[in-house]
C-alpha cells in the first residue's frame, strides 16, 4: 500500500473506505492509522479549519472502527485499543481546538457529517 502523506490523500482514501462494504483487512487498518497519525503529528499547527474538520471525520471514524473491532477476542484486540484510544484524543483534540476558534458544536457535526456524502 502507497504511504498516505497529504491530508488530500488520507481524505480521499477515508472516502474510499465508507464506501466499501468489507471489512479493511488489519495490515491495511494499521498502515492508514499510521499514515493518519503521523501527518498529524507533522502538520497539526499548520491545518486550516477546512481541513481540520476533515482530521476530525477522519479521526473520528479510525476511533469508532478501532473501538468495535476492539471488542473482538483475538490476537489484534490490545493494538486495537490503543489505536482507538490515540485517535479518540487527536478527535478531541481537533474538536477543542475548532470550538476555541469559534466554531460552535453544531456547525462541526454537520460539517463533519457532510464530508464523504
Known sequence: MERLGTMEALYNKMGEYTKMEEELPFDEFVAYYNDLIAF???????????????????????AGNAKMRSLR????????????EKAKF????IALRLRKEGMTEDVLDEKVGALWE
Open 40 to 62: 498529524l503529528q507533522r502538520e497539526y499547527q499548520n491545518l486550516s479549519e477546512d481541513e481540520l474538520v476533515q482530521a476530525k471525520g477522519m479521526t473520528m471514524i479510525v
Open 90 to 93: 487527536w478527535e478531541d483534540a
Open 73 to 84: 477476542k483475538d490476537a489484534n484486540r490490545k493494538k486495537f485499543v490503543k489505536m482507538s
